[in-house]
């Protein structure tokens, strides 16, 4: 291909337009931001492009709320959504996200039938099931932000807990998002240490329990609205690794198809990501206690999911 390579981000809120910001601030995109709000999606997208003049960044950047300016995107990031609000049922939450999520990747898919989708709208899970089925995409090109951000989380605690540096810790979760998620202790590891011989289990166990509390705490402190700092820079790490071809191993919300037991739903898993997107299920070997709380973690996926078939 001539030029640089188009990437979308769908919801130009908290975090589609950090989102575009830090794939803007790369220089090795044209970053096109869309929402259905008028004029959002454009005002920030001309803030970031006066900002490319002082960081030197060339790329295009295109507010819209118009699909056709989207077309050819090599890779669409969806992020477009309600929150919870008060007295909304999670039932609610997700009739309507799945509505939202439908229509956005109809335009989507019809615009750019060749893009890999990343989704990141919450329930994350459900969210890239219904992009799946709606896309019609090969299981390859959906995957699921989470487990980026939740690893992410679990190292930046643990490296702040023992007073080493964040690229020194190394993890690896399984599951839903949040607190479905399935912590590997046993694959987790400091400069190649395992954990269990740098912290008691007590210890360890409470810094699992806030990272899967670690999007409820940031909500709780921020009062509106949610995390978006630590989610764009794990979408960007999934998008760069997949544009670079990297092969970098993260932990991925992909199509399982009897992979650790699970077949036909989204759930967090290690992923291969490459220029063709899921490359790779890696498959490790777990203990029965790891397989049992990533198959209590399916289950509540597949209940959703069924919900979700019935609603769109
Ligand atoms: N098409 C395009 N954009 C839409 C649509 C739609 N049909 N519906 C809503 N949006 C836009 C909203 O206008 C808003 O700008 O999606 C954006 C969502 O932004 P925020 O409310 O700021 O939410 P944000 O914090 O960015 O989170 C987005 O990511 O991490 C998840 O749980 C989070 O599901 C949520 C999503």
Known sequence: MVGREKVTVIGAGNVGGTTAQ?????????VVLLDVVDGVPQGKALDLLQAGALLGSDGQIVGTTDYRATAGSSLVVITSGVPRKPGMSREQLLEI??????DVVTQVAANSPEAILV???NPLDVMTYVAHKVSKFPRERVVGMAGVLD???FRAFIAAELKVSVKNVETMVLGGHGDAMVPLIRYTTVAGVPLSERLPKDRIDALVKRTQDGGAEIVAL?????AYYAPSASIVAMVEAILLDSKKILPCAALCKGEYGVNGLFVGVPVKLGRRGVEEIVTLSLTAYEQTALAQSAAVVREHCDLVDKMI
């Open 97 to 102: 996200n799945a509505k939202i999520v439908r």
């Open 22 to 30: 830090r794939l803007a601030e790369t220089g090795r995109y044209d």
């Open 119 to 121: 989704v990141v709208t």
């Open 151 to 153: 690893s992410a989380r």
């Open 222 to 226: 921020l009062k509106t609205g949610s």
